[in-house]
């Protein structure tokens, strides 16, 4: 069956440090695959899109990859501070010859940065 | 700048009663435009999209319908609701065809049935 799967279910580290959390995903062939951060009664913002094609993508501190091979991701977030602290999710299109997207999320891992 | 709307922010109703969510988008023409359901301790669920004013698509088979009256005014409804209907309701948009990828959320509406 396909599924989508964040491991982690909650991650704690020190600040300062670099976070890395992991998605999986089995019998999908994605295009794309998104992160979006969720706060505690918020809904998701997105983060970063990175396409099949591209191997590591940057914003500011944060650095994602894509593997095709192994069906992971790894989105890291370098020099941590406690107001990254939030759920973060990974996402992707189970249908990209839709006409909209239908987008699947992983469960998310709940990141924890203490000073 | 685009911004998405929903209301109410918290609801409270008994089993059996309706429901009515509104979404609402600004400063953007013919959204694709999303409902999730995200219950406590899950991920998100995709429960119905559009592509164009009356254009809905279901998901997953359940209690809850889906209106889109104007283009950018999206609505979820049920007749009657169950205990299970409980849960974090999010609206979303993206823009339409090739540039679709990315998801703009609304700030949610919290749903108790008791």
């Known amino acids: 069956s396909q599924k989508i799967e964040q491991n982690s279910e909650a991650l704690n580290i020190q600040e300062g440090k670099t976070a890395t959390l992991t998605c999986n995903y089995t019998n999908y062939s994605p295009a794309y695959l998104q992160w979006y951060r969720q706060d505690p009664g918020r809904g998701p913002v997105f983060l970063l899109l990175?396409?099949?094609?591209?191997k590591e993508k940057r914003k500011e501190r944060l650095k994602v990859t894509f593997d095709t091979t192994l069906k992971q991701s790894l989105f890291h977030i370098t020099a941590s501070q406690p107001a990254d602290s939030a759920t973060y999710l990974c996402a992707l299109d189970r249908a990209p010859d839709s006409s909209a997207s239908k987008i699947i999320f992983g469960s998310g891992t709940r990141l924890s940065i203490r000073p | 700048s685009q911004t998405i709307h929903q209301w109410p922010a918290t609801l409270v109703q008994p089993v059996g009663s309706p429901l009515s969510l509104e979404c609402t988008v600004e400063g953007t023409s013919n959204p694709n435009l999303y409902w999730y359901r995200q219950a406590a301790g899950r991920g998100l669920q995709l429960l119905f999209y559009s592509v164009g004013i009356g254009q809905i698509s279901s998901e997953v088979p359940q209690n809850l319908s889906a209106s889109r009256p104007q283009d950018r005014q999206f609505i979820l409804s049920s007749k009657k609701l169950l205990l299970s209907d409980s849960g974090f309701y999010l609206c979303a948009w993206s823009h339409p065809g090739l540039a679709r990828d990315t998801q703009y959320f609304g700030p949610g509406t919290r749903l108790t049935v008791l």
């Open positions: 990175i396409r099949e094609n591209e």
